[in-house]
T-cell receptor, first 115, second 116 residues
Framework: GPKVLQIPSHQIIDMGQMVTLNCDPVSNHLYFYWYKQILGQQMEFLVNFYNGKVMEKSKLFKDQFSVERPDGSYFTLKIQPTALEDSAVYFC?????????????FGSGTRLTVL | AQKVTQTQTSISVVEKTTVTMDCVYETRDSSYFLFWYKQTASGEIVFLIRQDSYKKENATVGHYSLNFQKPKSSIGLIITATQIEDSAVYFCAMREGSSNTNKVVFGTGTRLQVLP
């Protein structure tokens, strides 16, 4: 089936540094999402993105977070500066259309460890 | 606000039996979409099955089926003839349809262990 690729699979950084998580969504998908999962718990919605804009974001999407997809390349989540509580697995997802409730396709996640 | 609740944190069954995982949801929308996803031990998240709120017939895909009880805001997942490889964490999720949102909200998950 369709694949969403996330790079890297694991990232370790020092607190206060900047980190960029990369997502290569399914090629014909138009909606993109980031979710945060701590210690195998519930997946928490962070943000969704369409047509170059943030459509919705949750309270977890702090001011230090930003997303973009320059020129149809990777869909990225940038955290600057990072904090200890940002340690989690971040999942990227994409779908063809939002309003018609298409299935989300998830990447394998990036495990972020902030020291 | 939309909310999804899975009260069962962990279930163990013997293989080849049937298991039901519970999920209840809250929404003010008259139209919504319900999903079940599976997260394997490797962390991979896979879509399993979906139910649209306007459909009365329970969805079925392979050995997965749903028990949709709209008056109770309940969408249970039924796995028949369970296999060892069905061991995973199962997440229930919902997307509201009529409001201007594309957000999918997940429950806390139910860990299923299928024993030989």
């Amino acid at each position: 089936g369709p694949k969403v690729l996330q790079i890297p699979s694991h990232q370790i950084i020092d607190m206060g540094q900047m980190v960029t998580l990369n997502c290569d969504p399914v090629s014909n998908h138009l909606y993109f999402y980031w979710y945060k999962q701590i210690l195998g718990q519930q997946m928490e919605f962070l943000v969704n993105f369409y047509n170059g804009k943030v459509m919705e974001k949750s309270k977890l999407f702090k001011d230090q977070f930003s997303v973009e997809r320059p020129d149809g390349s990777y869909f990225t989540l940038k955290i600057q500066p990072t904090a200890l509580e940002d340690s989690a697995v971040y999942f990227c997802a994409s779908s063809t259309q939002g309003a018609s409730a298409e299935t989300l396709y998830f990447g394998s996640g990036t495990r972020l460890t902030v020291l | 606000a939309q909310k999804v609740t899975q009260t069962q944190t962990s279930i163990s069954v013997v293989e080849k039996t049937t298991v039901t995982m519970d999920c209840v949801y809250e929404t003010r929308d008259s139209s919504y979409f319900l999903f079940w996803y599976k997260q394997t031990a490797s962390g991979e998240i896979v879509f399993l099955i979906r139910q649209d709120s306007y459909k009365k017939e329970n969805a079925t895909v392979g050995h997965y089926s749903l028990n949709f009880q709209k008056p109770k805001s309940s969408i249970g997942l039924i796995i028949t003839a369970t296999q060892i490889e069905d061991s995973a964490v199962y997440f229930c999720a919902m997307r509201e349809g009529s409001s201007n949102t594309n957000k999918v909200v997940f429950g806390t998950g139910t860990r299923l262990q299928v024993l030989p």
